[in-house]
C-alpha cells in the first residue's frame, strides 16, 4: 500500500508549529497524489491548508491510533517519528504521572521535580527476578536486567546514564546502586553496601548530592561539576564486595570563580556555617559574603538546605568510609586554607611587577593552616623562576598574572584534595575478597550547547559523540542479531555513523592534534590555532564550518547539533600550569595531609592547575599512574590526557553488555510536572533517542509472534482462512492485506513489518470492529422498531375490542333502564294514591282523638287544681319552716368546707413542693411500689368503710321502709276512725304535727344519706383518680427506668465490644510481633548453625590418612552432640530467664521482710485456732487407720477360716515346687519388709529425736513434719501393699483347692499372720508418736491446700507469680528465722537438713525396693499358675480314679494395655532417628493414621512420667524438638515434610494439654482418657516451647507454599486469558511481555487452582486442623491478592476495562474453589477484597461526580494512591474506549483527601498473620494405637 493512501479524510496528522513544536490536524478532504496543499481541521476548529511539494515527499507525519498513544516503550509506536514520540512522553508525563518510557534498549527518564513513592523497598522487592518487559518501565527493571545477565551471562555490565544538568542523572545513578545494595546484599560484615551508596565521595548533603562535587547551577540546586564511573565489585555468589570509582571532568575553575546566580562546591558552604563550633574556631573563618571564593555569584542561600545540618551529615558520611576525626580536620583545613587564599590581594607596583602588602592577614592564615613559610608563599605569588644553561633568574611577574597564577595554585589545591577524597573512598570500598564480576554505572555530562561554548564544553561533547558511537553500534549490532536470529535477510540499514566527526576531533592533524602542538609553540595563542583550524578544515571536512562575523570561532557538526566554539582560553586551559615554585613550597610543609597530596606530584601524569581566563576549568584525574615516566609525558595536556582517559574508558564499556538511561529536563524552571516540549525536543536529539528510532523505523521496527498476531487480527480473517497451522494462517491473510511484500517479513518466530503498517492493519480492524458494530447496531434497531410495530398492533387490536364492547354494554343497559323506569312509574303513582288515602283516614282518627282527650283533660286539669292548691298551702308553711333550716345547715356545712379547702390547699401546696423536689423524685422511684401497694390497702380499706356506709344506709332505708308502713297502717287506721277523728279534733291535730314532725325527720335522714353518698362517692372518684395518677406515674417512671437501663446497656454493649476489638487487635498485632520475633529468632539460630558448621569444618579438617569411621557411628555422634548442645542452648536460656526471677524475686523478697515482721503476731494467734482443728483431723485420721486394722484383722481371720476348713480334706504329701517357689518369695517378700519397716522405725525415732530437739522452731517443725507424713504415707503404702500381698495370696489357695499342698501352707499362714502381728503393733506405736507432731503440722496443712485451690483457679501466669510469691515467702520467713537464731542453733539447723536429705534418699530408695518386689510377687504367682496348669495335666489316671476332682477352668485374661510406651535410655537416639530423621511423611501419611509419630512420642512420654523419670522426660522433648528443626532445615523447601510435621507438632502439643490433668482440657475427655492423664510431671512451658515451635513451622510452610505459587500468581491471574478473545492483544515494543495466549509451560488459573488442590488434599491427609488449614489459605489468599494488585498497580497494559473482566472472573473461581472445599468462613474471600475493587475500578464509569463519588465508597479497602494510580494507569484497549481525564483524576483526590491512611503504593506481601492452634482433642484411644513394622521401633514395649 503506498503512503499517500493513507491520507484519506479523517486521517490524523502532525503539522509543525513555533510554539509547541508540533500540533495535532485532520484532513477534511482525501488526498491525492499531485496535490499542492492539504486540507486540514486543527482541533481549535480552525481550517488551514498546509501546503505539499508535488515532487518531494513531504507529506506530515501520521498521527498513531489512540490506543497506541501510552505505551510504555516507543517501538510499539506504528508511526516512529519525532512528534510521536514527544506526545507519548507527554501523554505519559502529564497524564499518567510517569516518569519512565522505554525506546527500544534505552529507559528515558523525565525528572519530576516532586518526591515520588516509586522507590521503596516494596517496589525493589516487586521488580526483584521479573523480566524487564513484564513491568512497567523503571530504572530498577534496568538494574534488574544488569543484575540478571551478570549472574546468568557471567559478563560485565555497565549502565550509562547521561543528561543535561539537572536533568536527574545522579538521582538515577544512586537508585540503581540502591537497588544492587538491596537485592544483591554484602558478602562481608563490613556493609560494603552501604559504603557504596554513601560512597559518592563522601559528601552526600542530601539524598543525592556531594558537598565536595557538587554546586548550584542556574540550571540545577545540585549539580555534579564531574562525571564519574562506578564499579560495584561482585563475588561467585553476586553479593557486592566492593567499588571502585573513576571521576572525569571536575570543573575546577568554579573554586575561583562563579557566574551570576550559581554557587561554589557545597563543602565551602557548610565550613562557613558551622564556624561557630568549637572544633572550628582555628579556621578563622566567617560568612559566605567574606569571602571571594564563595559570593561571586550572590546567591549563597539554596532554598530549603541548611549547610550546617548538611555538614554534619558530611561529616557522618566521612566517618562511615574510615577517614577519622584527625584526617577530616585537616581537610578541613585544607579547604579553609583555600578560602583564605581567595581573599589574597595582589597590588600593582609597576606595569611589570606587583606586591602583596606586608603582614596580609588572609596569607598569614593560609600558611598557618598549610604550614609553610609566609615569605617563602609572598616571594612565589609574585615571581617566577626564569631557567637558562648558565643561570636562574627570578622575574617579577605582572598583577594579571599573579593573579592567575594565585587561581591557578587554588584551583591545583582542589584537585589534589579532591583526587584524595577519591582514593581514599576507594580504598574503605576496596575487598580482601577476589572479584569475580562488576557492574558499572557511568555518570557524566550529556551534550551541551550554550551562547558561548568553550574548551569544557568541547571536551564533553566530544566524549559525548564516542558515547553515542558506541550507542549506535550496539543498537545496531542488537538490529543484527534479531534479524539473524529470526533468519530475516539481512540489508544493510543506513544510520548516521558520527565516525567523520569524530575524526575531525581525535585523528592527526585533527582539532585536538593541532591544539596540542600549537600549545607546544613558544609563542602559540589562540588566534593563531584557530587559523590552522580553518586552514586544515574548512574545505576538507564538511562537518567543519567558520562563523560569518568571527575569526576566532569555529563551527562543528556533532551528530545532535552545530555548536559554534570560542577559541579564546583553549591553550591555557588545554595546558593547565601551575608555578612549580609554588608546589615546592607546599612540599617542604609541616602539615602532613598537604605533604600526602602533593607526594606523587613528580609520579603524576597530568598537571592538575591551570591560569584563569574562561569559564570554567577542567580536571581528569588520571586512571593509572606508572613509575619511571619521562619528564615528557609529564607535560601532558589536558586534551590528550581527556583523550587517553575516554579510550579507556570506552574500552571497559566495549567489554561490557551496556544498558542505557537518558535523563531528560521537562522545564527550566523546576515546576513539577510541567511538560516543555522544545527543551524536551532538543534533549531528544541530543541523547540519541531519536536516533534510535530512526534506526529501528528504517527496518522493520514491529514485530509479532504469529500467536500474538493471530489473536489481534483473528476478527480479519473469515472462518475458510483459518488453519491448523497458524504461520501459514498468518502469511496467507497477510498477503491478502498487505499487497507489497516488502512491506513485512516472516521470521522463525516472529512477523517483522515497516513503519505504518501495524497502524494500517489496525485501521482494517477498527473498520472491521466498525462495520461489525454497525451491523450489529442496524440489526438491533430492526428488531426493537419492529418489537415495537407489534406491540403497538396488538395495543391497536386491543383497544378497538375493548371499546366495541364497551358501546355494545352501554346499549343494552340503555333498554334496561327505559324498561325499567316505566315499571318503576307504574309503582310509584299507586304508592302515592295510596298514601294519600291512608294520610287522610289516619287524619281524622288522629284530629278525634286528640279532641275527646283534650277535653278530658280539661275536665281532669281543673278537679286536679283545686286538690293540688290544698295541697300547696299545706306544704307551703312546711317548705318555708325547713328552708330555714337547710339555709342554716348550708352556712355551716360552707363554712366547714371553706375550713378544709383552705387546709387542703396548704398540704396540696406542700405536697407540691416536695414532689418538685429532686429527693422526693428519688424517693418515689425507690419506694414506688410500696406506696402503690399502700394506696391499695388504702382503696381497699376505704372500699371496706363505703361498704359499711351502704349497709347502714340499707337498714336506716329498711327501718324508714318498716316505719313508713307503720305510718300507712296508722293513717288507714286513722281514717277508719275518721269518724272518730272528727269528734276528736284535737287528738287529730296532735297525731298531725307527729306526723309532720315524722316526715321532716325523715326528709332530713334522706338528705343526709343523699349528702353523705355523694360525699363518698366523689371521695371513692378522687381515690380512683389519684390511683390512676399513680399508676401513670408508675408507668412513666417504669418506662424510664426501662429506657435508662435499655441505653445503659446498649452503651455498655458498645463499649465491651469496642474496648473486645480493640483488644482482639492488640492481641493479634501482639502475636503477630511474637511470630515475628520467633522468626527472626528462627533466621538467627540458622545462621548461627550455619556459621558453626562453617567453622567446624574449617576447625575439623580431616588431615589425609586419617581412617574413616563408620558413618552411622558419626551421624550418631553429630546427632548426640547437637542435642546436648541444644540441651545446653535450652538451660542457657533457664539460666538467664532464672537469674532474671532471681533479681525479682530478691527485690519481692526485699519488700516482704517488712511485711513478715508485722504478720508474725498475728501467726500466733492463728496457730491456736488452728490446734483444734487438727485434733479433730487427727482423731478422724486415727479412726480411719482403726478401720483399715479391722479389715485386715477380718482378711487374715477369712484366710485362717479358709485354711481351717480345707485342713481336713487336704492329705499329707511333700509340698510341689510351686507351693516352695511362692513360700520362698513370701519369706523372702516379707524379710525384705521386716527390714524396711525397721529402717523406718529407725528413722523415724531419729526424726521424732531431732523434732524434740527442735521442738521450739517453727520451720524444723514444718520440714520434720513434711517428713514424717511421708513416713505415714509410706506406712499406708506398706499395710496396703500388705494387703495386696494377703489377698493374692488367697487368690493363689483358692487356686491351689483340691490339691496336696495345703497342709504345709498352714506355716506361710502363721508366718504371714505373725508379720501382720508385727506391722500392727508397730503401727500403733507409731501412731503414739505421730500424733503430736501432726497436731502441728495441720495449720500448714490447710494453708498448703487453700494456696494450691487458689492457684488451680488462675490462669497459669498467675497460677506462676502465685507460686512465686509464696515461695519468696516461705524464704522470706527462713531467713528471717536464720537471721534471729544463734550460730549454734545454725549449724545444727545445717546438719539437720543434711540428714534429712539422706533419710529422704533411703526413703526413695526403699520405696523403689517394694514396688520392685511387688512386680515380681506378680511375677511369680502367673508362673504359679502356669505351673499348676502343668501339673493338672500330669496327675496319673489312678489319682483321678481314686480321688476324683471337679475339673477347675481357669481363663487367661486379656491384657490391658495402660496406653503407654517403654523404652531404654540408650534407645532414645534410635528412636528419635527413626521417628523423625529417618522418617518419610510420603509413605507414613497414606499407611497409618494421621499423626501417628506424635502419638508415638507422647506414649513414650507418658511412661517416662509414669516412672517419675524427669532427665529421660527433658531428654525426649529437648531431641525430639531439635530434630524436628533439623529435619525442616533439612528438607526446608519440601512442602509435604513441613505440612507433616507441622500437623504432628500441633497434634503432639494438642496431646500434651489434652492429658496435662487441667480441668479446661478434659471436658470432652473419655473416663479412660481421664486415666491417662500426666501424674508427675507440669509440661506447660514445653507446650509453649512446642507453640513456638509450631508457629515456626507455619512460617515455614507458609513461605514454602509462597515460593512455590509465585510463579503462577501473575501469569494466572493477570496475563493468562481465562476468557478468551475477551481483551485483545496490543502491539508491543522491543521490550516482550509475557503473552496472555496459553503456550505449553504457561502458567493459568487452573495451575494455581490444581497446586491449591495439592496444597488441601496434602493438609488433610496429614490430618491437619480444619482451623489451621483455614488460617494457611487465608494467607495464601492474601498472598495471591497482594502479588495480583502490585504487578496491577506497575503495569500500565493491565489496566483495562476487559483485564478488569478477567480478573473478576478468575477470583469468582477462586470463591467457588473455597465453596467446594467448605472454607468460605476463612476469611479468605475477604483478603481478595482490595483486588476485586481495584477490578471493579477498571470497569466502573470515570465520567461525572456521580461516578467520583461511587468510586470513592466502594474502593474503601484501597488507599487513595492505589486508586490514583489506577485511574493514571487505565489504557484503553480499543479504540471504543475512552481515557480517564485529569479533571476526574483530581476530583477523587479531593474527595479522599481527609482519609487517613499509609501513602504506601504496594501492598506488603511478606506480612504474615499471626496463627493461632485451637485446643482440638483427639478421641482416639491411646491404648488402641499399632506401630507399624516398617517404622523399625521394635524396641519399643506396649505398657
Not at 598569614?364 to 636562574?392: I, N, P, S
Not at 508485722?1158 to 488452728?1170: N, Q, T, Y
Request: aromatic letters at 8%.
Amino acid at each position: 500500500m503506498a503512503a499517500f493512501e493513507l491520507y484519506t479524510k479523517y486521517a490524523r496528522v502532525w503539522i509543525p508549529d513555533s510554539e509547541g513544536v508540533w500540533k495535532p490536524a485532520e484532513l477534511t478532504r482525501d488526498y491525492k497524489q499531485g496535490d499542492s496543499v492539504l486540507h486540514l481541521l486543527l482541533e481549535d476548529g480552525m481550517h488551514v491548508e498546509h501546503p505539499s511539494d508535488p515532487e518531494v515527499p513531504n507529506l506530515p507525519p501520521l498521527r498513531n491510533p489512540d490506543i497506541l498513544v501510552g505505551e510504555n516503550d516507543l517501538t510499539a509506536l506504528s508511526y516512529l517519528h519525532e512528534p510521536a514520540v514527544l506526545h507519548n512522553l507527554k501523554v505519559r508525563f502529564i497524564d499518567s504521572k510517569l516518569i519512565y518510557t522505554y525506546c527500544g534498549i534505552v529507559l528515558v527518564a523525565i525528572n519530576p521535580y516532586e518526591n515520588l513513592p516509586i522507590y521503596g523497598t516494596d517496589i525493589i522487592n516487586a521488580y526483584s527476578g521479573q523480566n524487564m518487559g513484564d513491568m512497567d518501565p523503571h530504572i530498577f527493571a534496568v538494574a534488574e536486567e544488569a543484575y540478571k545477565q551478570m549472574a546468568r551471562d557471567e559478563r560485565n555490565q555497565s549502565i550509562i546514564v547521561s543528561g543535561e544538568s539537572g536533568a536527574g542523572k545522579t538521582v538515577s545513578a544512586k537508585y540503581a546502586m540502591r537497588y544492587f545494595a538491596t537485592v544483591s546484599g554484602s558478602a562481608s560484615e563490613a556493609n560494603v553496601e552501604e559504603k557504596v551508596l554513601a560512597s559518592n565521595p563522601i559528601m552526600e548533603v542530601t539524598g543525592s548530592s556531594w558537598a565536595i562535587g557538587n554546586a548550584k547551577t542556574t540550571r540545577n540546586d545540585n549539580s555534579s561539576r564531574f562525571g564519574k564511573y562506578i564499579e560495584i565489585g561482585f563475588d561467585k555468589r553476586h553479593r557486592i564486595i566492593g567499588a571502585n570509582m573513576r571521576t572525569y571532568l571536575l570543573e575546577k575553575s568554579r573554586v575561583v570563580f562563579q557566574a551570576e546566580d550559581e554557587r561554589n562546591y557545597h563543602i565551602f558552604y557548610q565550613l562557613c556555617a558551622s564556624s561557630h563550633l568549637p572544633e572550628f574556631q582555628a579556621l578563622k573563618l566567617g560568612s559566605v559574603e567574606d569571602f571571594l571564593c564563595t559570593n561571586q555569584g550572590r546567591s549563597p542561600i539554596i532554598e530549603g538546605v541548611d549547610d550546617a545540618k548538611e555538614m554534619s551529615m558530611t561529616r557522618n558520611a566521612f566517618t562511615l568510609l574510615g577517614i577519622n576525626d584527625s584526617y577530616q580536620m585537616g581537610v578541613f583545613r585544607v579547604l579553609a586554607a583555600i578560602l583564605h587564599l581567595g581573599n589574597v590581594e595582589v597590588k600593582d607596583r609597576d606595569a611589570d611587577s606587583c606586591t602583596i602588602q606586608p603582614n596580609n592577614g588572609h596569607l598569614m592564615v593560609f600558611c598557618e593552616l598549610l604550614g609553610v613559610a609566609y615569605q617563602d608563599m609572598t616571594h612565589w605569588l609574585c615571581h617566577k623562576k626564569l631557567k637558562t644553561t648558565t643561570e636562574t633568574y627570578h622575574k617579577p611577574l605582572p598583577k594579571l598574572q599573579a593573579v592567575n597564577a594565585r587561581d591557578a595554585l587554588t584551583k591545583h589545591i582542589y584537585a589534589k584534595l579532591f583526587g584524595w577524597i577519591v582514593d581514599r573512598v576507594n580504598r574503605a570500598l576496596q575487598s580482601s575478597v577476589r572479584q569475580h564480576s562488576f557492574i558499572g554505572v557511568l555518570d557524566i555530562y550529556g551534550f551541551e550547547t550554550f551562547e558561548v561554548n568553550s574548551f569544557e564544553q568541547f571536551c564533553i561533547n566530544y566524549a559525548n559523540e564516542k558515547l553515542q558511537q558506541q550507542f549506535n553500534m550496539h543498537v545496531f549490532k542488537l538490529e543484527q542479531e534479531e534479524y539473524m536470529k529470526e533468519q530475516i535477510p539481512w540489508t544493510l540499514i543506513d544510520f548516521y555513523d558520527n565516525q567523520p566527526c569524530i575524526n575531525l576531533i581525535e585523528a592527526k592533524m585533527g582539532i585536538l592534534d593541532l591544539l596540542d602542538e600549537e600549545c607546544k609553540m613558544p609563542k602559540g595563542s589562540d588566534d593563531s590555532w584557530a587559523q590552522k583550524l580553518y586552514n586544515t578544515h574548512l574545505k576538507m571536512s564538511p562537518l567543519f564550518e567558520k562563523p560569518r562575523l568571527s575569526n576566532k570561532a569555529f563551527i562543528v557538526q556533532h551528530f545532535a547539533d552545530k555548536v559554534e566554539y570560542q577559541c579564546e582560553g583553549f591553550l591555557e586551559k588545554n595546558k593547565d600550569t601551575v608555578n612549580e615554585e609554588q608546589i615546592t613550597v607546599l612540599k617542604a610543609s609541616k602539615f602532613e595531609l598537604l605533604v600526602e597530596l602533593f607526594q606523587d606530584e613528580d609520579k603524576s601524569t597530568s598537571p592538575v592547575g591551570a591560569p584563569s581566563g574562561g569559564r570554567t576549568r577542567l580536571s581528569v584525574k588520571p586512571n593509572r599512574t606508572h613509575p619511571g615516566q619521562s619528564s615528557k609525558e609529564h607535560k601532558m595536556t589536558v586534551g590528550l590526557q581527556f583523550r587517553n582517559s575516554l579510550h579507556l574508558l570506552m574500552d571497559t564499556l566495549n567489554a561490557t553488555t551496556p544498558h542505557y538511561v537518558r535523563c531528560i529536563k521537562p522545564n527550566d524552571f523546576k515546576l513539577p510536572f510541567t511538560f516543555d516540549p522544545k527543551r524536551a525536543v532538543q534533549q531528544l536529539r541530543a541523547c540519541g533517542v531519536l536516533e534510535t528510532i530512526r534506526i529501528s523505523a528504517a527496518g522493520f521496527p514491529s514485530r509479532w509472534t504469529y500467536q500474538e498476531f493471530f489473536s489481534r487480527y483473528r476478527v480479519l480473517m473469515k472462518q475458510k482462512d483459518v488453519l491448523p497451522d497458524k504461520k501459514l494462517t498468518c502469511k496467507k491473510v497477510l498477503e491478502k492485506l498487505i499487497k507489497d511484500e516488502d512491506k513485512y517479513q516472516f521470521g522463525k518466530n516472529k512477523i517483522f513489518f515497516r513503519a505504518g503498517q501495524v497502524a494500517y492493519l489496525e485501521k482494517l480492524r477498527a473498520d472491521k470492529l466498525r462495520a461489525a458494530c454497525i451491523r450489529i447496531q442496524k440489526t438491533i434497531r430492526c428488531w426493537l422498531q419492529r418489537k415495537k410495530y407489534l406491540r403497538m398492533k396488538n395495543s391497536a387490536i386491543t383497544i378497538q375490542r375493548h371499546v366495541r364492547g364497551y358501546q355494545a354494554r352501554c346499549l343494552a343497559k340503555f333498554l334496561r333502564q327505559t324498561r325499567a323506569a316505566i315499571i318503576i312509574q307504574k309503582y310509584q303513582r299507586m304508592f302515592v294514591e295510596r298514601k294519600h288515602y291512608k294520610q287522610q283516614l289516619a287524619a281524622a282518627l288522629i284530629i278525634q282523638c286528640i279532641l275527646r282527650a283534650y277535653m278530658a283533660r280539661q275536665q281532669y286539669r281543673m278537679l286536679l287544681r283545686e286538690h293540688k292548691a290544698i295541697i300547696i298551702q299545706k306544704h307551703m308553711r312546711g317548705w318555708m319552716v325547713r328552708q330555714w333550716y337547710n339555709r342554716s345547715l348550708a352556712a355551716v356545712v360552707y363554712l366547714q368546707s371553706c375550713v378544709r379547702r383552705m387546709r387542703a390547699k396548704h398540704e396540696l401546696k406542700k405536697l407540691k413542693i416536695e414532689a418538685r423536689s429532686v429527693e422526693h423524685f428519688k424517693k418515689l422511684n425507690i419506694g414506688m411500689e410500696n406506696k402503690i401497694m399502700q394506696l391499695q390497702r388504702k382503696v381497699d380499706e376505704q372500699h371496706k368503710e363505703n361498704k359499711a356506709i351502704t349497709e347502714r344506709l340499707v337498714g336506716l332505708e329498711s327501718s324508714h321502709t318498716v316505719e313508713s308502713e307503720k305510718l300507712r297502717a296508722e293513717v288507714t287506721r286513722l281514717r277508719s276512725t275518721e269518724v272518730e277523728a272528727k269528734n276528736n279534733a284535737g287528738r287529730i291535730a296532735a297525731l298531725l304535727e307527729e306526723l309532720e314532725a315524722l316526715r321532716t325527720e325523715k326528709s332530713v335522714i334522706e338528705e343526709w344519706a343523699e349528702t353523705y353518698r355523694d360525699e363518698m362517692e366523689q371521695m371513692v372518684a378522687d381515690l380512683k383518680e389519684q390511683n390512676t395518677l399513680l399508676k401513670s406515674e408508675k408507668d412513666e417512671l417504669n418506662r424510664l427506668i426501662q429506657e435508662q437501663a435499655e441505653l445503659m446497656a446498649e452503651r455498655m454493649q458498645r463499649v465491651l465490644q469496642e474496648e473486645t476489638r480493640q483488644l482482639e487487635n492488640e492481641l493479634n498485632e501482639e502475636r503477630s510481633r511474637y511470630q515475628n520475633l520467633l522468626s527472626e529468632h528462627l533466621q538467627l539460630e540458622e545462621r548461627y548453625d550455619d556459621l558453626r558448621e562453617e567453622m567446624n569444618l574449617t576447625l575439623h579438617v580431616p588431615k589425609q590418612g586419617r581412617l574413616r569411621t563408620d558413618s552411622t557411628q558419626s551421624s550418631n555422634e553429630s546427632y548426640n552432640s547437637e542435642l546436648i548442645e541444644s540441651e545446653d542452648g535450652s538451660r542457657g536460656l533457664e539460666k538467664r530467664d532464672d537469674e532474671q526471677e532471681k533479681q525479682s524475686m530478691q527485690d519481692k523478697l526485699e519488700r516482704g521482710e517488712g511485711q513478715f515482721q508485722r504478720a508474725g503476731g498475728r501467726d500466733d494467734e492463728e496457730l491456736k485456732v488452728c490446734r483444734g482443728a487438727e485434733l479433730e483431723y487427727e482423731s478422724l485420721k486415727r479412726q480411719e487407720l482403726e478401720c483399715e486394722n479391722k479389715k485386715l484383722k477380718h482378711d487374715l481371720n477369712q484366710m485362717r477360716q479358709l485354711l481351717m476348713d480345707e485342713a481336713p480334706v487336704i492329705s499329707t504329701g511333700t509340698p510341689s515346687p510351686a507351693y516352695k517357689l511362692l513360700l520362698d518369695q513370701l519369706n523372702s517378700a516379707s524379710e525384705q519388709l521386716d527390714v524396711c519397716k525397721e529402717e523406718v522405725l529407725v528413722l523415724r525415732s531419729q526424726l521424732v529425736n531431732q523434732k524434740e530437739a527442735m521442738q521450739q522452731k517453727c520451720e524444723n517443725e514444718l520440714c520434720v513434719g513434711s517428713l514424717v507424713h511421708r513416713h505415714v504415707e509410706i506406712s499406708g503404702t506398706s499395710l496396703q501393699e500388705t494387703k495386696e500381698l494377703t489377698l493374692s495370696y488367697t487368690e493363689e489357695v483358692q487356686q491351689m483347692k483340691g490339691e496336696g499342698e495345703v497342709t504345709c501352707m498352714k506355716e506361710s499362714h502363721r508366718v504371714l499372720e505373725a508379720q501382720l502381728q508385727t506391722q500392727r503393733s508397730n503401727y500403733e506405736n507409731e501412731l503414739e508418736v505421730l500424733r503430736g507432731e501432726l497436731q502441728n503440722l495441720r495449720e500448714e496443712n490447710n494453708r498448703q491446700q487453700q494456696l494450691l485451690a487458689q492457684n488451680l483457679q488462675l490462669p497459669p501466669e498467675a497460677r506462676i507469680e502465685a507460686s512465686l510469691q509464696h515461695e519468696i515467702t516461705r524464704l522470706t520467713n527462713e531467713n528471717m528465722e536464720m537471721l534471729t537464731d544463734h550460730k549454734s542453733e545454725y549449724k545444727v539447723r545445717l546438719l539437720l537438713w543434711q540428714r534429712i536429705a539422706d533419710l529422704m534418699d533411703q526413703l526413695e530408695k526403699q520405696e523403689k525396693i517394694i514396688r520392685k518386689f511387688k512386680k515380681q510377687l506378680k511375677i511369680f504367682a502367673k508362673k504359679i499358675g502356669e505351673l499348676e496348669g502343668g501339673q493338672t495335666e500330669a496327675v496319673s489316671p489312678g489319682q483321678v480314679s481314686d480321688e476324683p476332682v471337679q475339673p477347675v477352668n481357669i481363663p487367661r485374661k486379656e491384657k490391658d494395655f495402660q496406653g503407654m510406651l517403654e523404652y531404654k535410655k540408650e534407645d532414645e537416639v534410635k528412636l528419635v532417628k527413626n521417628l523423625v530423621l529417618d522418617l518419610k511423611p510420603r509413605g507414613v501419611a497414606v499407611n497409618v493414621i494421621p499423626g501417628l509419630p506424635a502419638y508415638i512420642l507422647f506414649m513414650c512420654l507418658r511412661h517416662s512420667d509414669y516412672i517419675n523419670d524427669d532427665q529421660k522426660v527433658r531428654s525426649l522433648l529437648t531431641s525430639t524438638i531439635s530434630s524436628i528443626k533439623k529435619i525442616l532445615k533439612k528438607r526446608g523447601d519440601d512442602f509435604e515434610t513441613i505440612s507433616f510435621w507441622l500437623s504432628n507438632t500441633c497434634r503432639f502439643l494438642h496431646c500434651l494439654k489434652q492429658y496435662s490433668g487441667e480441668e479446661s482440657f478434659m471436658k470432652r475427655n473419655t473416663p479412660r482418657q481421664n486415666e491417662h492423664c500426666l501424674t508427675n510431671f507440669d509440661l506447660a512451658e514445653y507446650r509453649q516451647v512446642l507453640s513456638d515451635l509450631a508457629i515456626q513451622i507455619y512460617q515455614q510452610l507458609i513461605r514454602c507454599m509462597e515460593t512455590i505459587l509465585q510463579p503462577m500468581i501473575v501469569s494466572g491471574m493477570l496475563e493468562h486469558e481465562t476468557i478468551q478473545g475477551v481483551s485483545g492483544v496490543k502491539p508491543t515494543g522491543l521490550r516482550k511481555r509475557t503473552s496472555s495466549v496459553v503456550d505449553e509451560g504457561t502458567n493459568t488459573l487452573d495451575s494455581i487452582l490444581r497446586q491449591m488442590t495439592v496444597f488441601y488434599s496434602a493438609l488433610c491427609l496429614h490430618g491437619t486442623d480444619a482451623e489451621l488449614i483455614k488460617q494457611v489459605f487465608r494467607q495464601l489468599f492474601y498472598i495471591i491478592g497482594a502479588v495480583t494488585l502490585n504487578n496491577l498497580l506497575l503495569r500500565k497494559d493491565m489496566c483495562s476495562w476487559s483485564k478488569g473482566m478477567q480478573i473478576r472472573y478468575n477470583v469468582s473461581q477462586l470463591e467457588e474453589w473455597l465453596r467446594e472445599k467448605n472454607l468460605v468462613t476463612c476469611g479468605a474471600r475477604e483478603m481478595l477484597e482490595p483486588l476485586v475493587q481495584a477490578a471493579q475500578l477498571l470497569q466502573v464509569k470515570k465520567k461525572t461526580d456521580e461516578d467520583a463519588e461511587a468510586i470513592c465508597s466502594m474502593c474503601h479497602n484501597l488507599t487513595t494512591v492505589q486508586i490514583v494510580k489506577v485511574l493514571n494507569l487505565y489504557t484503553p484497549v480499543n479504540e471504543f474506549e475512552e481515557r480517564v481525564s485529569i479533571t476526574f483524576i483530581r476530583t477523587i483526590q479531593t474527595r479522599l483527601r481527609d482519609r487517613k491512611e499509609s501513602p504506601q503504593l504496594l501492598m506488603d506481601t511478606k506480612i504474615i498473620y499471626p496463627v493461632t492452634f485451637p485446643f482440638n482433642p483427639s478421641s482416639l484411644a491411646l491404648e488402641t494405637v499399632q506401630i507399624p513394622s516398617s517404622l523399625n521401633l521394635s524396641f519399643l514395649v506396649r505398657v
